[in-house]
């Protein structure tokens, strides 16, 4: 007898630890729709620096999902500038959805570390008062010689703003792009090619974060 109880009780276990996975795995929210409207703030990289306008990775990411992008990328800007733009974007349009990728230009002018964190940080706070999709967009900490052996990586700050932000963190898509001489325009900007691989890669993303 107690050998059995014993079984109900692991199998009910197994059981319970199973659906509790399944739970986790969907998501919190209706996916956006075709139509949806999506803010993207950032830099270059946002911008499409280094390609034609329609070639930027907010045009080619519209195309394949169906959702209207904005895009608020500026050439040179850094998290404190985007952090001077952002209130205005949200009065501006009422987003479904906001796409955060700044700090590049922070870490090639030596900005310190601490200070685009916090600014990386309240540009989620504000983002999330206003929607509750924020997406968090890694960029590559500056590195000549990765860049050449195409190994780039992700600065650290983006993985723990996104984390204590709850925002979603979207790692590797940078990085793996300017890790690539093909796709890239020059050392830290990206080509038309790039950026439609950029934007390949965030459609991926997005559909396993349950966003599409």
Not at 89 to 116: E, F, K, W
Not at 121 to 140: E, W, Y
Not at 143 to 167: C, H, I, N, T, W
Not at 172 to 181: C, E, G, I
Request: aromatic share 6%; with cysteine; charged share 15%.
């Amino acid at each position: 007898m107690k050998r059995r109880h014993l079984f109900h009780l692991l199998a009910g276990a197994s059981t319970a630890a199973a659906l509790a996975a399944c739970g986790k795995r969907k998501p919190s929210a209706a996916a956006l729709k075709p139509g949806a409207r999506v803010l993207a703030l950032g830099d270059s990289l946002t911008a499409g620096y280094g390609a034609p306008p329609d070639a930027a990775w907010p045009v080619k990411l519209g195309e394949l999902t169906g959702w209207q992008i904005d895009n608020a990328g500026v050439n040179g800007d850094t998290s404190a500038g985007a952090l001077e733009r952002l209130p205005s974007l949200l009065q501006a349009g009422s987003y479904d959805a906001i796409l955060i990728g700044i700090g590049g230009n922070d870490m090639l002018r030596g900005v310190p570390p601490a200070a685009t964190r916090e600014n990386l940080a309240a540009l989620v706070t504000q983002a999330r008062a206003h929607t509750p999709r924020v997406a968090l967009l890694a960029t590559p900490a500056p590195d000549a010689m990765r860049a050449v052996v195409g190994s780039l990586s992700d600065a650290p700050f983006y993985g723990e703003v996104a984390k204590s932000g709850q925002a979603l963190l979207v790692a590797n898509v940078y990085s793996s792009v300017l890790s690539d001489a093909s796709l890239r325009s020059d050392r830290i900007h990206a080509n038309a090619a790039g950026y439609a691989e950029v934007a390949q890669q965030l459609a991926k993303q997005f559909k396993a974060a349950g966003w599409r």
